[in-house]
Nanobody, 125 residues
Framework: QVQLVESGGGLVQAGDSLKLSCAGS????????VGWFRQVPGKEREFVAT????????LYADSVKGRFTISRDNAKNTVYLQMNSLKPEDTAVYYC??????????????????WGQGTQVTVTS
């Protein structure tokens, strides 16, 4: 099973950008679809975006559509989340996750088999 490690989180101001990375190790990430989720204390982990194995198809939560972009570089075994026009409500711990199913869109936590440890993103107003 692949292991996932997120990086790139930090403290930024509203309107700024951040790029998160999700690096895979132990196995090639190219056989997995990958998703990004986020969670704030006391709330459920929320779907943000997902990308298919090939990288040609993506899906976003309405709350981030048009501001966030998920992409992958299978040669680098890494998936990215480019976050632009950040808002204070984007503040959360961001997690990447992976699954190996070929079909369908996975937007719930239960559909993912492997998770990273998370990276904190804080957006100040």
């Amino acid at each position: 099973q692949v292991q996932l490690v997120e990086s790139g989180g930090g403290l930024v101001q509203a309107g700024d950008s951040l790029k998160l990375s999700c690096a895979g190790s132990g196995r090639t990430l190219s056989t997995y679809a990958v998703g990004w989720f986020r969670q704030v204390p006391g709330k459920e982990r929320e779907f943000v975006a997902t990308i298919r194995r090939s990288g040609t198809m993506t899906l976003y939560a309405d709350s981030v559509k048009g501001r966030f972009t998920i992409s992958r570089d299978n040669a680098k075994n890494t998936v990215y989340l480019q976050m632009n026009s950040l808002k204070p409500e984007d503040t959360a711990v961001y997690y990447c996750a992976a699954h190996e199913r070929l079909f369908g869109w996975a937007t719930s936590r239960a559909e993912y088999d492997v998770w990273g440890q998370g990276t904190q993103v804080t957006v100040t107003s």
